[in-house]
């Protein structure tokens, strides 16, 4: 089961991906992007990092998601006149992938987490004693993943760079 389970996850994280870029409106390309990185949340949680889940949540699809959506707005970046899921297929579209949604959230509840990943008996608990709960997470990250931090938050500032280009351009 938590072999499926990781599986799903990825292949849907992948697909949300790919319909990310390539949606023609801003909107349903955030949309997708939030969609993207609930998944990789969910990917945190098998692979037994509840927490760094819950902060991709928070963090991404809470905040930088909501950001991104209420800039796409207040710049009138979305056509007026068309969607993307429109008819009948886009609506049995939606239904599915909602459905799809749901089912990961029920298979994610019957997965045993701990047996995600299989660590030296002991050595969370040590890492903790030794420095913290929040040093153990923040030494990693920002010394040996400092790259990928900062690349993230690049991207992240040309993404909103872009849209006030875009909509200057429409003024």
């Known amino acids: 089961m ?26 349903a390309s955030a949309l997708w992007l939030a969609s993207t990185l609930f998944q990789v949340a ?10 760094l889940g819950a902060v991709q949540v928070l963090v991404y699809v809470g905040a930088i998601m909501v950001l991104f959506l209420f800039v796409i707005m207040l710049l ?8 993307d899921i429109r008819g009948l297929r886009g609506k049995v579209l ?13 298979a994610l509840r019957s997965v045993a987490l701990s047996a995600a990943i299989t660590l030296p008996a002991g ?11 929040l040093q ?12 990928a931090f900062e690349v993230t938050s690049v ?9 006030v280009v875009l909509a200057k351009r429409r003024l």
């Open 76 to 83: 009138n970046l979305g056509r007026q006149e068309a969607t």
């Open 94 to 106: 939606a239904t599915v992938l909602g459905l799809v949604l749901i089912g990961e959230l029920l």
């Open 155 to 163: 991207m992240l500032l040309a993404a909103i760079v872009g849209a």
């Open 42 to 51: 969910g990917l945190f949680v098998l692979l037994g990092a509840p927490f």
């Open 136 to 147: 153990a997470l923040a030494l990693p990250l920002f010394h040996q993943y400092v790259v």
């Open 123 to 133: 050595e969370v608990e040590r890492k903790v004693a030794e420095q913290g709960a």
């Open 2 to 27: 938590l072999t499926f389970t990781f599986y799903l996850f990825s292949v849907l994280a992948i697909a949300s991906a790919v319909l990310c870029i390539t949606r023609r409106s801003p909107v």
